[in-house]
């Protein structure tokens, strides 16, 4: 699969989830004190990510 969530801990030992695709990082959250909770918040992008709306604020 070319795409994946990796729970990592960052530097202040903190859980993060990364999104990665193709070995690249797309997006990461902000650092949790639990893996329960980056974990929760993985399947809050899962579950709601699909639907998101786009807003493009670019100026043409």
Request: charged fraction near 30%; aromatic fraction near 14%; proline fraction near 2%.
């Amino acid at each position: 699969m070319a795409h994946k969530f990796l729970i990592k801990k960052n530097k202040a030992g903190e859980f993060v989830a990364y999104f990665v695709y193709n070995s690249e990082t797309i997006f990461w959250t902000e650092g949790y004190a639990s893996k329960a909770s980056a974990k929760n918040a993985i399947e809050s992008l899962k579950k709601n990510g699909p639907d998101a709306e786009i807003e493009d604020q670019t100026a043409e």
